[in-house]
C-alpha cells in the first residue's frame, strides 16, 4: 500500500480576528497547488481516496486534487487536524478498512506533524529530519501485513518547486 | 550545504567474464540518465563538484551529468566505492576541503550503500527504509558545523521516473 502525505498549500497569516482553522489557501497558494496538482497527474498518479484535515486550507488543498483529476473521492479524517496522532490513526482509522496492498491513498494535512508521521512510519520515532514544503509530498510504502509504524519505507519526498 | 547521492543509471548484468567494476551503463540506461540529467538542469540545479565512485557505471553517470552543464569538475572518490563507509568520508575527505555553506555537491555512487549513507546522516544508523531507484537522488541538507552524521536533514528523494 502506498500512502502519499501531501502538505496544504500556502495559506493566509496568522491574524487575531480569524480562527486557525479557518486560514483559507492565498492566491498564490491555490495556483502553486494547482500547478502541482497536474504535474502528479501529469505523472500518472490516482488515489483511491484522498482523507483531509478537517481545517480549511487543507481541505481547499484536497479540492484542489479532485478537480485535477487526482481521485474522485475525498473525506475528513479528524486525526489529520494539528497535533493529531499517527498512532491512533493507524490503528482506529487505517487498520479496520483492510486495504488492498495495491491500494493509493493521499493524506492532506500539516506541518510538523506530516512529517513526523512519515518518519514514525520508518523509524518509530521522529525527531524532525525531513523537509515538507506547504504543497510538497512524501510517498510512502507500507508493509502487506502488521502495524506499518516502524516498519515502512519512503520512496519519495518533493518540495513543490520540483514539481512546477 | 548541500548533498545530491545519486545512484548510477541501469548497468551491464553481473557475468563471470566481465569484472564488477568494469559493468558499463546500458543503452537505456545512458538514455534514462541523459533525461533525468537534462530535467535537473532544467530544475536550475549546478554542482560544485560531482565526487564519483571510481566503478565504470558510475563514472559514465558522472559523465553524462556533467555533459548536461550540471557541473565543470568531476574527481573520483574512493569511499563512494561499494561498501564504502561514510563516517571514513566524513572524517577523510569531507571535513578537511571546510566547504562554505552555499556548496552544493554531488556524489555518484551505488547501493545499498547512498541510501544507507543518508539515513546516517539523518539518524545515525541504518535500517534500509529509503528507497533509491537506479538514476534516482537523494537530496540533504548538512548542517554548518560539526559532523554531518544524525544531525542533517532530507528535502529530496525522487525515483528517476518523476524526473522524466
New interface residues.
Partial sequence: MELYLIRHGIAEERRPDLKDEERSLTKEGREKTEKVAQRLRK?GLHFDLIASSPLIRARQTAEILIAAGLSSKVEECSYLAPDGRIENWAVDWLSPRNYSPQTQLALVGHEPDLSAWAEIL??GQA?????LKKAGMIGV?LPEKGSPLGR????????P??LL
Fill in positions: 505523472l520508518l523509524w525527531k524532525a529530519t525531513l523537509v510504502k515502512s519505507q519512503m520512496f519519495w519526498l518533493t518540495p518547486k520540483y
